[in-house]
T-cell receptor, first 114, second 114 residues
Framework: DTEVTQTPKHLVMGMTNKKSLKCEQH?????MYWYKQKAKKPPELMFV???????INESVPSRFSPECPNSSLLNLHLHALQPEDSALYLC?????????????FGQGTRLTVV | DQQVKQNSPSLSVQEGRISILNCDYT??????FLWYKKYPAEGPTFLIS?????DKNEDGRFTVFLNKSAKHLSLHIVPSQPGDSAVYFC?????????????FGGGTRVLVKP
């Protein structure tokens, strides 16, 4: 099973709402990632979790708050977003930090902020 | 500053012929390179990778070539099939204790004509 599952697939939220994106993998991977992809652009790294600890934050605004409750789950809590935050949010996982293997991506959550 | 570049935004090829996608990078610390395929509104799907200690890796119809001195890699798809029509991203990573940060190129849209 090489699957990374993301929910919801689509999300529309207002600028005052609080919502969460969820990601799950059962491959035993110890590194998990959040990427953001705007239209016609490549994915850009937001956060890296290694062994359930936040190891990289690419200067992401605090209105995005990641959480890793256990080794299989990764959440991204959203609060007071702006319309320019509308994008495809991708979760990924890989075997572990420092291990040269591919990252597996979920199908993404298409987020629209109104 | 784009560390990974795909200079051809699009490529059109006849079914059965070879597709050649190119990628250049500037960061000499990159030591692992990957190609991903992406359909609209889906997450990237891993295709093939290569470590910097190799200059070629082959998997079925896909072959990746790495020229470290030129900081250039390419993906060959032979023979091309209509189902190969998608956006292809080149990605690179450097060893980090914190996790495998992938830096993506801008993508090349491939259209395989029947």
């Amino acid at each position: 099973d090489t699957e990374v599952t993301q929910t919801p697939k689509h999300l529309v939220m207002g600028m005052t709402n609080k919502k969460s994106l969820k990601c799950e993998q059962h491959m035993g991977h110890r590194a998990m990632y959040w990427y953001k992809q705007k239209a016609k652009k490549p994915p850009e790294l937001m956060f890296v979790y290694s062994y359930e600890k936040l190891s990289i934050n690419e200067s992401v605004p605090s209105r995005f708050s990641p959480e890793c409750p256990n080794s299989s789950l990764l959440n991204l809590h959203l609060h007071a977003l702006q319309p320019e935050d509308s994008a495809l949010y991708l979760c990924a996982s890989s075997q572990g930090p420092g291990v040269k293997t591919e990252a597996f991506f979920g199908q993404g959550t298409r987020l629209t902020v109104v | 500053d784009q560390q990974v570049k795909q200079n051809s935004p699009s490529l059109s090829v006849q079914e059965g012929r070879i597709s050649i996608l190119n990628c250049d990078y500037t960061n000499s610390m990159f030591d692992y390179f990957l190609w991903y395929k992406k359909y609209p509104a889906e997450g990237p799907t891993f295709l093939i990778s290569i470590s910097s200690i190799k200059d070629k890796n082959e998997d079925g119809r896909f072959t990746v070539f790495l020229n470290k001195s030129a900081k250039h890699l390419s993906l060959h798809i032979v023979p091309s099939q209509p189902g190969d029509s998608a956006v292809y991203f080149c990605a690179a990573s450097a060893w980090e204790a914190a996790g495998n940060k992938l830096t993506f190129g801008g993508g090349t849209r491939v259209l395989v004509k029947p």
